[in-house]
């Protein structure tokens, strides 16, 4: 297993009454790896019941004799749940306009989606670092190039942000798309969609009002 820092991070107020993230602790978890994970489960074995027929859970998911085994399609399971919740509208039900349920490994994997192959997690990585870039070159507060890179690069802080705050944000994202040539407007066209609804989402108490 390899150690990875997770960071404890809870929202504040400032002085200006605008919502920050601060950091309150750190923990060392333990992930394990794909290599070691393959080795321990190998070719994994599904479980049989009493009657010698093969074993499934609630879900109709295989049960498995080795525990990581049965572990690892727990952790598959949901992951796949989230990322489906994620595309559907909580208040009507209904997937969100465009979306679809993966069904095969490449929508699943595929940027935006929650998770992402060696050359998507790449991409962002790229444009992440392009506007970590263009923000130091800005000239602004250290607080405010916190605020900035942090909600480009963490979009779940950036979806809680209020209307006003991420209303602020937009100029800086599109003065930072200006900066980028068209290949590399095409190659983040994924990452940069999602940022710019995000941004342009109103608050829950707005959309109530509608």
Same mark, same amino acid.
């Given at each position: 297993?390899?150690?990875? /820092?997770?960071?404890?991070?809870?929202?504040?107020?400032?002085?200006?009454?605008?919502?920050?993230? /601060?950091?309150?602790?750190?923990?060392? #978890?333990?992930?394990?790896?794909?290599?070691?994970?393959?080795?321990?489960?190998?070719?994994?074995?599904?479980?049989?019941?009493?009657?010698?027929?093969?074993?499934?859970?609630?879900?109709?998911?295989?049960?498995? @004799?080795?525990?990581?085994?049965?572990? &690892?399609?727990?952790?598959?399971?949901?992951?796949?749940?989230?990322?489906?919740?994620?595309? #559907?509208?909580?208040? @009507?039900?209904?997937?969100?306009?465009?979306?679809?349920?993966?069904?095969?490994?490449?929508?699943?994997?595929? #940027?935006?989606?929650?998770?992402?192959?060696?050359?998507?997690? /790449?991409?962002?990585?790229?444009?992440?670092?392009?506007?970590?870039?263009?923000? &130091?070159?800005?000239?602004?507060?250290?607080? @405010?190039?916190?605020?900035?890179? &942090?909600?480009?690069?963490?979009?779940?802080?950036?979806?809680?942000?209020?209307?006003?705050?991420?209303?602020?944000?937009?100029?800086?994202?599109?003065?930072?798309?200006?900066?980028?040539?068209?290949?590399?407007?095409?190659?983040?066209?994924?990452?940069?969609? /999602?940022?710019?609804?995000?941004?342009?989402?109103?608050?829950?108490?707005?959309?109530?009002?509608?």
């Amino acid at each position: 297993m390899q150690e990875v /820092k997770l960071e404890v991070n809870t929202k504040v107020q400032n002085a200006r009454g605008e919502n920050e993230y /601060k950091v309150v602790a750190t923990h060392t #978890i333990y992930v394990p790896l794909l290599a070691e994970t393959f080795e321990k489960i190998g070719n994994p074995e599904q479980a049989k019941d009493d009657k010698g027929q093969p074993m499934v859970d609630d879900d109709g998911l295989p049960v498995y @004799t080795s525990d990581v085994a049965n572990w &690892l399609q727990g952790a598959i399971l949901s992951q796949v749940k989230a990322q489906a919740r994620n595309k #559907i509208d909580n208040k @009507t039900g209904q997937l969100r306009p465009g979306a679809a349920i993966p069904n095969d490994w490449a929508s699943l994997v595929a #940027i935006g989606t929650g998770g992402g192959n060696g050359e998507a997690l /790449k991409i962002v990585r790229e444009v992440r670092t392009l506007f970590e870039e263009f923000v &130091l070159s800005l000239g602004k507060s250290a607080k @405010t190039s916190q605020q900035l890179i &942090l909600n480009f690069s963490n979009l779940k802080a950036l979806e809680t942000q209020p209307a006003s705050f991420r209303e602020r944000v937009i100029p800086y994202v599109d003065q930072f798309i200006s900066t980028l040539s068209d290949e590399q407007v095409a190659r983040y066209e994924s990452y940069l969609t /999602k940022v710019s609804d995000l941004l342009a989402a109103p608050d829950e108490e707005d959309i109530d009002d509608l």
